[in-house]
């Protein structure tokens, strides 16, 4: 589950409830931070198991009496008097004291991959570099190859990291926005109700990652930059067209200028990538238009929706229908969940039930293998035990079923994390990389290939391991992954977690063409997450998916066929 997002990082975050997910996310930073100041070892390790222990826990900590939260093996009092004082007051006083006493430079080391908390102490205290620019500096210039524990592999990987964090900063996931995009649009619609008022740019076009958010309205702009301002929003341009303006915390927000007459058309021109625009002007011009629609209807077009506004292809399509695509009420069954047999939240039945409540058909669980000790993976005793349990269960919940499935680490060498005939036991096995990401294409590929060409594979996860805005992927040729999954008849997820949606959207295409199967599922870790569906579907929409091609959009008798084949 998604930790909370504390709203000092981004204004547009909400406070969620502080479940169990984000207090052991806490003391995992406190642990961390200790570290780094080189505070006693004993007590950053017990912070370090407390965390562990926390996000291992089957009862929720916030719905409990403080009694009988001491009482529970491996917190004890003061852990337990720090986990009231965050479910009490969000904070926890000697957390909050060690982010104070460490400056921002090294708070923003900890994301940067190849750094522990060790190196970043000898960083700080030995070398005294205490920001990003100068530890980049220091790289360029050798100084951190040279320094023992590091070598030039971990400099390379720093300065690697140091550029990714670069273009991340100031953008956000699709679902980070989201809350605040629907609330800032209904705030402006209450305080001007005779305007018009709609949302456009990269969140218009369901893109993955958001760099700033953007409207067309008809509001004057005079009275809009004093509206804004008294919400405490700072003026960062007026370009007479367009007022761009910024949070206390950097973000940009963007208000395009329209008018009635011509308010349809900034909305295309706003909600179009530049390929797109500049096709259709090339095609069939661009007049003022009070609608979308019109501008259609004058071209003699089918309506062409903004989030499939990126090719320039999508234009010449005679036959373009966008109605057929994919939408989130299609989904039948859920694949690729995890229970609190590996590292989901929730029971097998907790999950169940929960999904009988929502109509859906049938649950394929698919916790982690054992090579993934960090997540409990199964052992395979624990294997059987699981099945047995699956088994009584589906004799209780029929008609709804529970499939037996696996997300299987790839291991280095290309194999699979258990023999042929324990993954012949599942009825579904999901092969996904988790460890040693760092790779070159070569190795990726060959890693890659080897669970595609497993007879025992029928869906592929998260192909490339990225995490949005925290990790990049791993190069791989995406046609010539695709084209072998087409010929050893393996699906290819997109991965629904918001900060993963991956596969990638833009490679959809070429995955239909070549007759690929794919499945939008939610890589859920708890009952919340089973929501993850949604963004999955949307990044599946831009890609032109539709249900036919998704596999957890096939009832439960059709996938027991596709399972059969």
């Known amino acids: 589950m998604e930790a909370c997002i504390p709203t000092s990082e981004i204004p547009l975050s909400y406070l969620r409830c502080m479940d169990n997910y984000a207090i052991a996310e806490q003391f995992s930073l406190l642990a961390?931070?200790?570290?780094?100041?080189?505070?006693n070892a004993f007590k950053s390790k017990s912070y370090a198991s407390a965390a562990f222990t926390i996000e291992k826990l089957k009862v929720d900590l916030s719905a409990i009496e403080p009694k009988q939260l001491f009482a529970i093996k491996g917190i004890g009092e003061s852990v337990g008097q720090k986990i009231v004082q965050l479910l009490q007051t969000g904070e926890m006083?000697?957390?909050?004291?060690?982010?104070?006493?460490?400056?921002?430079?090294?708070?923003?080391?900890m994301n940067i991959k190849g750094l522990g908390p060790k190196k970043i102490n000898t960083l700080w205290k030995d070398l005294h570099i205490s920001t990003i620019e100068a530890l980049e500096a220091a790289c360029a210039s050798n100084n951190i190859a040279t320094q023992k524990g590091f070598g030039v592999k971990t400099?390379?990987?720093i300065l690697g990291s140091i550029n990714f964090i670069k273009e991340s900063k100031g953008k956000f996931l699709y679902a980070q926005t989201e809350a605040f995009m629907e609330?800032?649009?209904?705030?402006?619609?209450?305080?001007f109700p005779a305007a018009q008022v709609e949302p456009t740019g990269a969140y218009r076009r369901q893109l993955e990652v958001i760099d700033q958010l953007e409207w067309v309205v008809t509001i004057d702009k005079d009275e809009l930059r004093s509206h804004l301002q008294r919400m405490g929003l700072r003026l960062q341009e007026d370009t007479g067209t367009k007022l761009v303006m910024q949070t206390e915390e950097g973000f940009v927000l963007s208000f395009h200028q329209a008018t009635n007459d011509n308010f349809g058309t900034?909305?295309?021109?706003?909600?179009?990538?530049?390929?797109?625009?500049?096709?259709?002007?090339?095609?069939?011009?661009?007049?003022?238009?009070?609608?979308?629609?019109?501008?259609?209807?004058?071209?003699q077009k089918p309506f062409i929706p903004a989030y499939l506004r990126e090719r320039k292809s999508i234009i010449e399509q005679t036959n373009f229908d966008a109605s057929g695509l994919l939408q989130t009420s299609q989904i039948k069954g859920l694949i690729h969940s995890h229970s609190n047999w590996s590292d989901g939240a929730h029971t097998l039945e907790e999950m169940a039930h929960e999904l009988i409540r929502r109509g859906f058909e049938y649950l394929v669980i698919?916790?982690?293998?054992?090579?993934?000790?960090?997540?409990?993976?199964?052992?395979?005793?624990?294997?059987?035990?699981?099945?047995?349990?699956?088994?009584?269960?589906?004799?209780?919940?029929?008609?709804?079923?529970i499939f037996k499935s696996i997300e299987c680490d790839i291991l280095a060498d290309g194999t699979m994390d258990y023999s042929d005939e324990v993954l012949a036991s599942f009825d579904l096995v999901i092969a996904s990389i988790h460890s040693n990401l760092d790779m070159e294409e070569d190795k990726a590929m060959q890693r890659l290939m080897g669970a595609i060409t497993n007879p025992h594979v029928h869906i592929m996860g998260h192909l490339t391991g990225r995490r949005l805005l925290r990790r990049p992927s791993y190069p791989i040729d995406h046609k010539?992954?695709?084209?072998?999954?087409?010929?050893?008849?393996?699906?290819?997820?997109?991965?629904?977690?918001?900060?993963?949606l991956d596969m990638d959207w833009r490679w959809i295409a070429y995955a239909l063409e070549k007759g690929v199967?794919?499945?939008?599922?939610?890589?859920?870790?708890?009952?919340?997450?089973?929501?993850?569906?949604?963004?999955?579907?949307?990044v599946a929409q831009k890609g032109g998916l539709t249900a036919a091609n998704n596999i957890s959009s096939f009832s439960r008798a059709k996938f027991e066929a596709w399972l059969g084949k």
């Open 32 to 39: 961390k931070l200790m570290d780094i100041h080189g505070e």
């Open 93 to 109: 006083d000697v957390l909050k004291e060690l982010i104070q006493q460490t400056p921002a430079g090294v708070l923003e080391m």
């Open 155 to 157: 400099q390379e990987k």
């Open 183 to 191: 609330a800032f649009t209904l705030k402006l619609k209450e305080a």
């Open 266 to 299: 900034i909305l295309f021109q706003t909600s179009s990538s530049t390929e797109f625009l500049e096709a259709w002007q090339a095609a069939h011009g661009l007049d003022a238009q009070a609608s979308e629609t019109t501008i259609f209807e004058a071209s």
């Open 366 to 401: 698919s916790d982690h293998s054992k090579a993934a000790f960090y997540a409990n993976g199964l052992s395979e005793e624990r294997i059987k035990q699981q099945h047995k349990l699956i088994d009584d269960l589906n004799k209780q919940l029929a008609p709804f079923r």
């Open 480 to 500: 010539a992954i695709i084209d072998a999954c087409a010929a050893h008849h393996v699906a290819i997820e997109i991965n629904a977690a918001p900060e993963r």
């Open 517 to 538: 199967l794919l499945s939008v599922n939610p890589d859920a870790h708890s009952l919340d997450d089973f929501a993850n569906i949604k963004y999955g579907v949307l």
